[in-house]
């Protein structure tokens, strides 16, 4: 796969993972899509910040909400945006460089290659070897499916909310008021 170099990248529905390569004695970034790889002289972490940013929240926040989601508060998992399910995990502290980050969403299946790699599949049927336990992939896909479980939760129940109170007692009470109303101007009517 041909890599382009670019000044800045955003994460987006397409991005697999992003993980940091040495390139001219600096720390740059390739981001691996389904079908297409970026080279990008940020670091990781700083795509992911101005990812998050891309989408209108700031890096900071996205931590906090996911502490305050699932009550975690080592290697978090982030939301970049949850409309388009653009969920990422963090494969060691994301303030190591070599911390890879994977999209959630994009992973198929993974396998223990060793007691410090495993192979991630993807769901385009590409294959990745990460120099991580397999236990570690699979506890951080765990913790960001239940993030992502936990945000859908919030956003069902509130949607409820909103159905429930603009269907409440007062509209009830107002249909109601309506058609005694209808009855009275019926009764008048006839009369």
């Keep these: 796969?041909?890599?382009?170099?670019?000044?800045?990248?955003?994460?987006?529905?397409?991005?697999?993972?992003?993980?940091?390569?040495?390139?001219?004695?600096?720390?740059?970034?390739?981001?691996?899509?389904?079908?297409?790889?970026?080279?990008?002289?940020?670091?990781?972490?700083?795509?992911?910040?101005?990812?998050c940013l891309y989408y209108g929240v700031d890096y900071e926040s996205r931590k906090r909400g996911t502490?305050?989601?699932?009550?975690y508060s080592r290697k978090l998992s982030i939301i970049i945006e949850p409309t388009y399910h653009i969920y990422f995990?963090?494969?060691?502290?994301?303030?190591?460089?070599?911390?890879?980050?994977?999209?959630?969403e994009h992973v198929e299946c993974y396998r223990r290659i060793s007691a410090q790699k495993a192979m991630v599949i993807f769901r385009n049927k590409?294959?990745?070897?990460?120099?991580?336990?397999?236990?570690?992939?699979?506890?951080?896909?765990?913790?960001?499916?239940?993030?992502?479980?936990?945000?859908?939760?919030?956003?069902?129940?509130?949607?409820k909310k909103v159905f429930y109170s603009a269907r409440g007692p007062e509209s009830v009470n107002a249909l109601e008021r309506s058609l005694e109303y209808d009855a009275n101007l019926k009764d008048e009517n006839e009369s």
């Design 67 to 71: 502490r305050q989601l699932i009550g």
């Design 1 to 51: 796969m041909k890599q382009t170099q670019i000044e800045e990248y955003e994460i987006n529905a397409r991005t697999m993972f992003v993980e940091p390569v040495v390139y001219g004695g600096k720390i740059y970034s390739r981001a691996v899509e389904l079908e297409d790889e970026f080279l990008s002289p940020f670091k990781p972490l700083d795509i992911i910040k101005n990812s």
């Design 126 to 159: 590409q294959s990745y070897i990460f120099p991580v336990s397999a236990s570690t992939i699979e506890s951080q896909m765990l913790r960001t499916s239940f993030l992502k479980t936990k945000l859908m939760q919030r956003i069902e129940s509130n949607g």
């Design 89 to 104: 995990f963090p494969t060691v502290s994301p303030q190591l460089p070599e911390c890879i980050w994977i999209a959630l």
